[in-house]
């Protein structure tokens, strides 16, 4: 039973991780947007 608990657990900070690194990228892409427009 512990496994199972434990198994979500992890599968739910792994995609909360996920989640985190896709924003981190989105912020990254629209600074790189950005500096790029900026700089024309």
Same mark, same amino acid.
């Given at each position: ?14 995609? =909360?991780?996920? =989640? ?21």
């Amino acid at each position: 039973m512990m496994d199972v608990i434990w198994g979500a657990k992890a599968k739910h900070s792994y995609f =909360d991780e996920l =989640d985190r690194i896709n924003k981190f990228h989105t912020v990254r892409e629209v600074e790189k947007f950005l500096k790029g427009f900026q700089s024309e």
